[in-house]
């Protein structure tokens, strides 16, 4: 029985960070960052404020977490790629990652960090380390386990994986900042992502680079 009782705390902390994150992020979009505060975020989620103090400490690192949760990608949600096709494993995840940045509250989020960052030191004390994503953590083992197949050369993934990304974003994602009627069809979305694989996989196809 005592096996099973941590087990239970850790399902009902998991249960609790959920509820945190997912009230946050309404408030967040809603109110922005400076009139959002935690104890409206505690009662939304249904959590007292000593719950939500245990968790996060400050209002920019629950920030901080929630913009990267709106970022991230459970596990298993992020499909493997196919083996020994490095052109189409690059789609596939490109396609992962369109899907990724078409959730709801994304931009929105995003312009939060932009226009609220520079106004509170706390948030610019954050480091929003994207480089922890599911997403990019993805890519970079499928770029490792392709070079090791020899079906790709790459000699640093933490720079390929960001250079394929930000090929997708550039266009799929970060026009949305500035013209918010911005959108692409499926078919353009899948020219975007295939361009940005087929210029990765000429760059780092086996024995080219």
Known sequence: ??????????QVAASNRAAILDAAR??????????????????????????LFKQFPTKAELFEATVLAAGDAPAGQVPDPP???????LV???????????????VDLM??????????????????DFGALTMLATLRHYLQTETAAGNAAVDDPDVAAPQFLGMIAT?????????????????ETH???DEAATTIAARYAAGLS
């Open 92 to 106: 596939n995840l490109g396609h992962a990652y369109a899907e990724l940045l078409s959730r709801p509250g994304m």
């Open 191 to 193: 020219r975007v992502i």
């Open 26 to 51: 309404v408030l967040f979009l809603e109110s922005g960052y400076d009139r959002t505060s935690l104890a409206r975020i505690a009662e939304r989620a249904g959590v007292s404020k000593a719950t």
């Open 83 to 89: 083996p020994g096709d490095f052109h189409a494993g």
């Open 171 to 187: 266009v799929v994602f970060w026009p949305h900042l500035v013209h918010g009627n911005w959108s692409l069809s499926d078919e």
């Open 111 to 128: 312009r939060i960090v932009i226009a609220e960052t520079p106004r509170f030191p706390e948030l610019r004390a954050r480091t929003f």
């Open 1 to 10: 029985m005592s096996r099973d009782v941590p087990d239970y705390h850790r």
